[in-house]
């Protein structure tokens, strides 16, 4: 059985820092492409970042772009988000998703992602 477990949500005044961690099990974590997504109360699902399984390639979203960065540990099977410089704008759940077929290093799809945690939630305040 599949599990994808976010933690490190919390919250944070605005400039401030905060780091997603993600741990995956039941699945073979260095075979998966991982991405971080994230929605606030009233707004569509928004791909954040994702990195290709080797962690050899990116994507950022235009709006975390120079502010967070994605990493992943394949030997502990696990996915962080550093978030830096967080706005007000950054505050929504926060979900981490595997997808074992597809990455895209322009844009993120959510139907490509086959597994998919609880979410985190991150607050930033003005």
């Known amino acids: 059985q599949v599990q994808v477990v976010e933690s490190g949500g919390g919250l944070v005044q605005a400039g401030g820092s905060l780091r997603l961690s993600c741990t995956a099990s039941?699945?073979?974590?260095?075979?998966?492409?991982m991405g971080w997504f994230r929605q606030a109360p009233g707004k569509e699902r928004e791909g954040v970042s994702c990195?290709?399984?080797?962690?050899?390639?990116?994507y950022y979203a235009d709006s975390v772009k120079g502010r967070f960065t994605i990493s992943r540990d394949n030997a502990k099977n696990t996915l962080y988000l550093q978030m830096n410089s967080l706005k007000p704008e950054d505050t929504a759940m926060y979900y981490c998703?595997?997808?074992?077929?597809?990455?895209?290093?322009?844009?993120?799809?959510?139907?490509?992602?086959?597994?998919w945690g609880q979410g985190t939630q991150v607050t930033v305040s003005s």
């Open positions: 039941g699945l073979t974590f260095g075979n998966y492409a």
């Open positions: 990195i290709i399984w080797s962690g050899r390639s990116t």
């Open positions: 998703a595997a997808a074992d077929r597809i990455f895209r290093s322009t844009n993120m799809v959510s139907d490509d992602f086959n597994y």
